[in-house]
């Protein structure tokens, strides 16, 4: 069974840091492009970041280059997620989800984390 | 960025009722159309892909259509397990991009 396990979200003030982690198993995990993807409360799914199988190709929202980094350790089965410079717009539940085209992006994601909450207020 | 339109907002309904949710793409997307179903305290769930295809496992009460930029969700039959918000997506232009969601109550 395909699961993705988020970790890492909490209260953190605004400039602060926070790293976020997604756990999977069920699944070959090195064969899979991943994404995370945020909701603010009351708001609509919002795609934060991508990266390919191997880790080898990173995408970011506008709103988040220079400030979010994403990354993958394949021998560990995670997918991590760095924040940094956070203000109360980064506020919102945070999945990790895969993306079912495998090491093709399709850009869909067929499974999802329950997500973190990530709450930025001082 | 490409805008993705939901309606209605939201809509009540019962059981057994007809719901149809509409998305609407600001630009011509193809069928590169996705639908999801969030409940509250759940892992957002694939349902439809490449606008009208069902997604394994998902029963055929559902079903997506459309092309371009106009596409519609149906629930031809609604359960109670189908009282959920539904979420369209577009994959054809980077960055993808979600419509605001559709929160389907109990009338």
């Known amino acids: 069974e395909v699961q993705l396990v988020e970790s890492g979200g909490g209260l953190v003030q605004p400039g602060g840091s926070l790293r976020l982690s997604c756990a999977a198993s069920g699944f070959t995990f090195n064969n899979y492009a991943m994404k995370w993807v945020r909701q603010a409360p009351g708001k609509g799914l919002e795609w934060v970041s991508s990266?390919?199988?191997?880790?080898?190709?990173?995408y970011y929202a506008d709103s988040m280059k220079g400030r979010f980094t994403i990354s993958r350790d394949n021998a560990k089965n995670s997918l991590y997620l760095e924040m940094s410079s956070l203000s109360a717009e980064d506020t919102a539940f945070y999945y990790c989800?895969?993306?079912?085209?495998?090491?093709?992006?399709?850009?869909?994601?067929?499974?999802w984390g329950l997500g973190t909450r990530v709450t930025v207020s001082s | 960025d490409i805008q993705m339109t939901q309606s209605p907002s939201s809509l009540s309904a019962s059981i057994g009722d007809r719901v149809t949710i509409t998305c609407r793409a600001s630009?011509?997307?193809?069928?590169?159309l996705s639908w999801y179903q969030q409940k509250p305290g759940e892992a957002p769930k694939l349902l439809i892909y490449a606008a009208s295809t069902l997604q394994t496992g998902v029963p055929s009460r559902f079903s997506g259509s459309g092309s371009g930029t106009d596409f519609t969700l149906t629930i031809t039959s609604l359960q109670p397990e189908d009282f959920a918000t539904y979420s369209c997506q577009q994959s054809y232009f980077a960055p993808i991009t979600f419509g605001g969601g559709t929160r389907v109550e109990s009338k």
């Open positions: 990266i390919t199988s191997r880790g080898t190709h990173k």
């Open positions: 989800a895969r993306d079912a085209g495998g090491t093709n992006s399709l850009d869909f994601c067929d499974y």
């Open positions: 630009e011509n997307i193809y069928k590169y």
